[in-house]
């Protein structure tokens, strides 16, 4: 791959960082991130020129890269602090797990589709990105590492697993968009003392939808 970022790439970061602050990200660690990581690197040469427009685009696999709002608005949620352990089910194009991992996170991603993981996997080590990258079922999480100060489901599930919540610290985040397979409203989950959640439904979205044991 031709790892270059240009002048124009840089500008048109500038420009779609502004973007995001007119609707509503003010988490400046998020808008640092956004404006660092190469997003043209990230999606298919066809969309090259389109790269920081404010858009989902298709990525093989009947997956897509998430529009640059729904990435910002998820991290912003998850009140990303450096050294942070976080898992991400979906890693998709891994644009996300990019801007997790310049916001110093400590990331472990989990991807079932084996072409996009390879391909992402490829792209980090040219990228010198540092990730746990995991070919397996988000659904169930990724027990090995658990517990997780935050996680972070990029895919629309029709329930929250189990196995996430059992896989969050207490007092930690579980980010994910919930509903069926066209609509969603995401979800901050927040597990507290006794094991239970505090769950506040926030705005409407739409994701690909969650596949594995404890999804779909």
Do not use: C
């Amino acid at each position: 791959m031709n790892i270059t970022d240009t002048y124009k790439d840089k500008g048109a970061r500038r420009l779609l960082v502004r973007e995001l602050i007119t609707k509503g990200i003010v988490d400046n660690k998020v808008l640092d991130a956004i404006g660092k990581v190469q997003r043209h690197l990230f999606i298919h040469n066809d969309f090259r020129h389109l790269a920081y427009q404010d858009k989902a685009f298709p990525i093989g696999e009947g997956q897509t890269i998430s529009q640059p709002y729904t990435v910002a608005y998820q991290t912003q949620l998850l009140h990303v602090e450096p050294t942070d352990k976080i898992l991400e089910i979906g890693t998709g194009s891994g644009y996300q797990a990019a801007v997790l991992i310049e916001m110093g996170a400590n990331l472990y991603s989990i991807e079932r589709q084996e072409k996009l993981f390879h391909k992402t996997q490829k792209l980090f080590l040219e990228l010198n990105y540092k990730a746990n990258l995991i070919l397996g079922d988000g659904s169930i999480g990724y027990e090995n590492a658990a517990p997780y100060d935050k996680i972070i489901v990029t895919a629309g599930a029709p329930k929250v697993p189990q196995s996430l919540i059992n896989q969050l610290k207490v007092g930690g985040i579980l980010i994910i968009p919930v509903g069926d397979e066209k609509n969603q409203i995401m979800h901050s989950i927040i597990k507290k003392m006794d094991g239970s959640v505090e769950v506040i439904p926030l705005q409407a979205f739409r994701f690909v939808p969650l596949i594995g044991n404890q999804a779909w």
